[in-house]
Each structure stands twice: as C-alpha cells, then as structure tokens.
C-alpha cells in the first residue's frame, strides 16, 4: 500500500540549533516532493519544492535534500528560532501536479 | 494580493444535518481543491477543480458530499446528512495555471458534529 511516513513524535531542539524532520514514502513514484508549514487553526504555507532530478534544494535557512533511491527527503532549518516552532508537513506529487498526496507531519518545537 | 478566503470558520451542527462550506480562491486561479484534515493528520484531497469542471472527485464521498463551481471561481461543498465522523477541518486551496506546484491554503472550516 501507499505510505507517507513523518515522525509522529515532536521533535524538541534548542534554538541556534539545527533541525532535521524526515519523509519516508512508499510505492509512490513522485515527480515532486514539496513541504508545508501548518501552524495551529490555519492552513498549510508552502516552503520548498523539490524535484525528482534535484539532490538539494535551499531557502534561505531551509535545506530540503531528495533521495529517490532511499525513497527519503529531509528538511533542514538551521539557526531554528522559537518561532519556526509549528508542524511540517510533507506533501508528494505524481502526474504532473494532478495529485498531492500529504504526510502526517511532524510537530517542531524550537525551546529558547 | 488577498488569500484564499473560507467561510465559516467554526460549524456545530446536530448529526443527520446539512452544512455548506465556501471557498473564494485567490483571483485568477483557476484550480480549486477542497481537502479534509483530520486532528493529527495531513490533508486528504476530496475533490480539484480546473476552471468549473470537477477533472478528480474520485475521494469525493458522493452518497452525502457533493460540490459545485458553477462559474469557475466560488467553490461550495455540502455535506447531506452530515455524521458524526465527518468532524474535521476541511480546507480550500487554490493554484494558478502558471504556478501549478504552488497550493495557497484558506484558514479552514472547522466542523463539529454532535
């Protein structure tokens, strides 16, 4: 069957530090793998889109890496800030954008 | 530029109910999506709109879900009769023809079902 695996625990660092939350999938061929911020009572703010052919992809503090053999991409924030605290989510694309398949996410909580 | 707007954005109704959702997506979008968010969960798509032609509703409940884009900007989806598992967050987005990878996202409607 067809998975999207995010860590279901939160993920608790220190600020300066570096956080890394992962996407795993499963008998899915994605053209696309991008990753949303959801903050509490709004809606998912997308951040970065990465590609299929693409190995890394960065913004700013952002670091997003792909690895179609793993099946695996990380989102890296460097230098976290209390206010990157908030759920990432991962979300894959087959089709040419025709489908958004979304994981579970994963809950950041950046301590000062 | 203003977002995607949704209204409202709490509902409580009793089971057996209808209940309507709306959507403005951003001007000049013309995909539309309606997900559904469950506590914990990412989001689910339940139907996308290219201009007013429903081109995926195949996660659409449709004995009780039905939407309409009449003319290719508004979106209203319903739910008849609702249940009590339909409490959720459903949420509306919307993506231009230009930019087809980039989903903006409404606030949501958040529905309770007593």
């Known amino acids: 069957s067809q998975k999207i695996e995010q860590n279901s625990e939160a993920l608790n660092i220190q600020e300066g530090k570096t956080a890394t939350l992962t996407c795993n999938y499963t008998?899915?061929?994605?053209?696309?793998l991008q990753w949303y911020r959801q903050d509490p009572g709004r809606g998912p703010v997308f951040l970065l889109l990465?590609?299929?052919?693409?190995k890394e992809k960065r913004k700013e503090r952002l670091k997003v890496t792909f690895d179609t053999t793993l099946k695996q991409s990380l989102f890296h924030i460097t230098a976290s800030q209390p206010a990157d605290s908030a759920t990432y989510l991962c979300a894959l694309a087959e089709d040419n954008f025709n489908k958004f398949y979304f994981g579970s996410g994963t809950k950041l909580n950046v301590k000062p | 530029e203003a977002g995607v707007v949704q209204s409202p954005r709490y509902k409580i109704i009793e089971k057996k109910q209808p209940v309507a959702f709306w959507c403005n997506p951003i001007s000049g979008h013309n995909t539309l999506y309606w997900y559904l968010q469950n506590l914990g969960q990412g989001p689910e798509l339940l139907i996308r709109?290219?201009?007013?032609?429903?081109?995926?509703d195949s996660q659409l409940p449709k004995d009780r879900f039905s939407a309409e884009r009449l003319k290719g900007v508004d979106s209203t989806l319903k739910i008849q009769p609702a249940e009590l598992g339909d409490s959720a967050v459903y949420l509306c987005?919307?993506?231009?023809?230009?930019?087809?990878?980039?989903?903006?996202f409404g606030p949501g409607t958040r529905l309770l079902v007593l």
């Open positions: 990465i590609r299929e052919n693409e």
């Open positions: 709109y290219e201009n007013e032609e429903a081109v995926d």
């Open positions: 987005a919307s993506s231009s023809r230009d930019s087809q990878e980039t989903q903006y």
């Open positions: 008998n899915y061929s994605p053209a696309y």
